[in-house]
């Protein structure tokens, strides 16, 4: 890879005759660093763009990268995420800037824009170096700067970007969605972004402070007082404590009230209860629904009595502003309201958490905490002093505990072969034969929905790992297996809360029930997608979690419509 900005820059020459002299002048001028003499000052200039982006972590950067790979005339970008402030030096237009940073969902506000003579960008360069010196310096924070090249970035281009970026539309400026939209139709809009489970290398990472997207162990609530009832926390037909499947950090940045934003899945992990939940997601109402699956959605602004408002800092410095509710010892999910009468200590979500922890050891444990030397550990364990660490709750069938990292789609457009075996099978990436969607292929064709089916296998196997689909965009629609089972937009309710209509976010795929253990057995949970729809002004009126509304698409085999 070439190591000068201006090496990148590739010159047309109209004079035949003069075409040797001009392209040894012109390499000259590149190794040298000089301006190209062909050029008049005001093509001798770039413009320096000057952003202002809320940056979380690395996640955060790493996707306004790979949006401003792609964007023709960057030359240069220096990522400040202690400053929150984004510095593009080359040619783009600052308006296709911004606009390329907030397809990545990121508020983008402009600070400046300059044009300056190559000469004078070096100015930016020792002014990004001495501040990343000074960040250094502050807690380990650090800029990140990447140069992006013209003949890299040609191999990494897929498709005309002009026509994408005018072919979505951004949420924030749109008044509703299309009512004349087909429902039928198998095509998907939208950029969506993908999620994969990985183990958490530093399990830390996944407390509520941090604001993780995870899946499977106990969920990291981002309000920590005001959790959901009991009554919501509870299972529409058996009545036991839903179990926690997912979390997803989605702030919407146009809002002051989403400047952090947690959406939540629980669900029962009784098929018989999911198969039950079939019929009640048919009603018209979600008032009155008696559901195995619930969604939950937390915001907050950004000055909150729980945050600080600065970005999160990965150091033993970096804690909450205040302690949360008591949860319970067992699952680790739901608020203890129960104590356990022998050592008034541990607490619980139900009385069936409190006899299964009797049961599994607790009976004994209650004679040992009432010793004076082992009580300060205890309760250190389980009291406001200390956060619980991630995974350390005395259930042992709660779901392995995952980091959830995102990804474009769009990034996995150019590693699918033409081999045409993608259309018969789809392999891992650990290069072992996916279960899981082996075997809803051939459900699918047995029942002839064939077509719908090889849709969505020639969708996902761009990257067949992938267990979570999201695009909260108007024009997106959820990636369906079958075309039976879908609902039509009058069976989607309207917002319990401000009767404001509710839109796609994003959906579940089968794949998690792989990372999760799950077997194939006929009574074992089962699922074809779960799409979960929000409401569209993510309204900030009633509770600190409110319920949204989840549609789940089962096999064929279950013989359930």
């Given amino acids: 890879m070439p190591t000068h900005l201006y090496s990148s820059f590739k010159y047309s020459i109209s004079s035949h005759t003069n075409e040797a002299w001009s392209s040894m002048l012109s390499h000259a001028c590149v190794s040298l660093q000089l301006p190209d003499p062909r050029m008049d000052s005001d093509q001798a200039k770039v413009k320096v763009t000057e952003l202002h982006v809320r940056m979380d972590c690395d996640g955060c950067v790493q996707r306004i990268k790979r949006a401003l790979h792609v964007l023709e005339g960057v030359h240069e970008v220096y990522i400040d995420v202690a400053r929150q402030k984004l510095t593009v030096v080359g040619k783009a237009d600052p308006e296709k800037v911004m606009k390329a940073v907030r397809k990545t969902r990121k508020a983008a506000i402009l600070r400046s824009e300059q044009q300056r003579t190559e000469a004078a960008v070096m100015d ?65 809009g939208g950029d969506e972004t993908l999620g994969f489970v990985e183990k958490p ?86 008032e009155n629904q008696c559901r195995s699956v619930k969604v939950f959605r937390c915001q907050l602004p950004r000055s909150n009595p729980f945050y600080s408002s600065e970005p999160p800092r990965s150091n033993a410095t970096n804690k909450p502003s205040s302690t949360g509710a008591l949860l319970c010892c067992w699952c680790g999910a739901w608020k203890g309201d129960k104590v356990c009468s022998s050592c008034k200590f541990a607490r619980y979500c139900s009385v069936k958490h409190q006899s299964m ?78 279960e899981s969607y082996q075997f809803l292929y051939e459900k699918f064709e047995a029942n002839g929905d064939t077509k719908v089916w090889a849709s969505f296998q020639s969708r996902i196997a761009k990257a067949p790992a992938q267990v979570l689909r999201y695009c ?46 799950v077997k194939n057995d006929p009574d074992s949970l089962d699922w074809g997608t779960i799409v979960v729809y929000t409401c569209l002004d993510s309204c900030d009126t009633g509770l600190s979690y409110k319920e949204e509304f989840a549609w789940v698409q089962l096999y064929p085999s279950t013989g359930v419509v």
């Fill in 472 to 517: 909260r965009d108007l024009v997106a629609k959820p990636l369906w297996p079958l075309s039976s089972g879908r609902p039509s937009k009058a069976d989607i309710p309207t917002c319990i809360y401000c009767k404001g209509p509710l839109c796609y976010e994003f959906q579940i795929m089968p794949q998690l029930l792989y990372y999760f253990g």
């Fill in 201 to 286: 290398k530093n399990p830390e990472l996944l407390l509520r402070h941090f604001f993780p997207s995870k899946a499977g162990g106990a969920p990291a609530w981002l309000d920590p007082v005001g959790l959901p009832t009991e009554k919501s926390s509870t299972c529409g037909f058996c009545k036991e404590p839903l179990q926690f499947v997912l979390q997803i950090y989605a702030p919407i940045s146009d809002k002051e009230s989403t400047f952090h934003r947690m959406l939540y899945v629980f669900m029962c992990p009784s098929m018989s209860c999911l198969l039950r939940d079939q019929h009640e997601q048919w009603k018209r109402s979600a």
């Fill in 357 to 434: 922890h009797w049961r599994s050891g607790h009976k004994n444990e209650c004679c040992k905490i009432l010793n004076a030397s082992e009580f300060s550990a205890f309760s250190a364990n389980i009291g406001k002093a200390k956060l619980p660490t991630t995974g350390k709750y005395a259930c042992g069938n709660l779901w392995p505990e995952y980091e959830i990292i995102i990804e474009d789609e769009s990034d996995f457009d150019y590693e699918i072969s033409e081999d045409s075996n993608h259309m018969s099978s789809l392999v891992s990436q650990t290069n072992k034969i996916d």
């Fill in 124 to 188: 930016v360069k020792q002014e990004a170096e001495s501040e990343r010196e000074a960040s250094s310096e502050n807690e380990g924070l650090e800029i990140q700067m990447v140069r992006f090249y013209e003949e890299d970035r040609n191999s990494w281009r897929r498709g005309d970007d002009e026509e994408e970026e005018d072919g979505l539309l951004d949420i924030a400026n749109e008044e509703g969605p299309d009512e004349e939209e087909d429902d039928d139709d198998d095509d998907v």
